[in-house]
């Protein structure tokens, strides 16, 4: 009953490095999203993907690349880290159409990658 | 784009007050708007959800009210509790086609009850 799995749940950077953020769900949902969460603020859209091999930019997208290899596992890519992208990231889930675009099931989130850039 | 704005800020009440929480969105084309509780940190959960099909969802001490024409929806809670404190997110979705079920997020509103 795992649900959305996130690692590393804490990490400190220096700044030019690059690492990548896992995202793993169990519930066979096709649409997955990456968020980040500045302090005090809300959820902001990064990179989504309805399926795998297809992804897109959301709405905060520079700085960041995604890949879709599986239905399960939608990985976030920071290559040049810099002290702008220090915040919590959340990774979700969801099912919907497919290529038909649209969803009408909740958003389930894991449990969060805390990243500090020093 | 959607946009998602989210008042107030901050709210603090005594136990057993009601808290009123309450969010505009701008795309009429939106139709299911959650509300998630979370706790300092911790993930964001969703506590309850509407579609644009109905007005008013209720359950227990939480309720969700949503007015399509003026685009904006409430959250309630009655008979806070200390455990209620906590971020509440607000959000919108446009369940067409092309959305993707990507939701908008209004900026959270901190709330503290206070025993």
């Known amino acids: 009953n795992a649900g959305v799995t996130q690692t590393p749940k804490f990490r400190i950077l220096k700044i030019g490095q690059s690492m990548t953020l896992q995202c793993a769900q169990d519930m066979n949902h096709n649409y997955m999203y990456w968020y980040r969460q500045d302090p005090g603020m809300g959820l902001k859209l990064i990179y989504y993907?309805?399926?795998?091999?297809?992804?897109d930019k959301g709405e905060v997208p520079n700085g960041y690349n995604v890949s879709r290899s599986t239905t399960e596992d939608f990985p976030l890519r920071l290559e040049l880290a810099a002290p702008s992208q220090t915040s919590v990231y959340f990774c979700a889930s969801t099912q919907g159409t497919g290529s038909l675009g649209y969803s009408n099931q909740p958003q389930h989130f894991g449990d969060g990658t805390r990243l500090s850039i020093l | 784009g959607e946009n998602v704005e989210q008042h107030p800020s901050t709210l603090s009440v005594q136990e057993g007050d009601s808290a009123v929480i309450k969010c505009t969105y701008s795309?009429?084309?939106?139709?299911?708007f959650p509300w998630y509780k979370q706790e300092l940190g911790k993930r964001p959960q969703l506590i309850i959800d509407i579609r644009s099909n109905v007005g008013e969802k209720k359950d227990q001490r939480i309720a969700v009210t949503l007015n399509k024409t003026a685009k904006h929806f409430s959250l309630h809670i009655t008979e806070t509790q200390p455990e209620d404190s906590a971020v509440y997110f607000c959000a919108a979705r446009d369940a067409g086609g092309t959305s993707y079920g990507k939701l908008t997020f209004g900026q959270g509103t901190i709330l503290t009850v206070h025993p």
């Open positions: 993907s309805v399926g795998a091999g297809i992804t």
């Open positions: 795309d009429s084309a939106s139709n299911y």
